[in-house]
């Protein structure tokens, strides 16, 4: 099975990612938006540089809107990399 296959290989690196972007460990769900994480476009923008790096996936800075979910994140990385 590959890492991107498996949905708690990507939730792992989403969440550190999420940690290393300045999120509290604690305050990070599924359901928990990168807004209410006070993840910026900056934060974004380093999020989709390093799923590039370590998925080489492109994820297009645009479809990772502030508002949307870590769960989202997942699925988003999960379904461009199906796509590729």
Do not use: H, W, Y
């Not at 972007?21 to 604690?26: L, N, V, Y």
């Not at 799923?51 to 979910?69: G, L, N, Q, W, Y």
């Amino acid at each position: 099975m590959s890492e991107l296959a498996n949905p708690d290989s990507v939730r792992a690196f989403v969440e550190q990612e999420l940690i290393d972007c300045g999120a509290e460990p604690d305050t990070i769900s599924d359901d928990v938006s990168l807004d209410e994480l006070d993840i910026d476009s900056l934060a974004v923008v380093e999020l989709v540089a390093s799923v590039k790096r370590r998925f080489a996936v492109d994820v297009p800075f645009e479809e990772v809107p502030r508002t949307s979910t870590v769960s989202d994140v997942c699925e988003l990385i999960r379904s461009r990399a199906a796509a590729s």
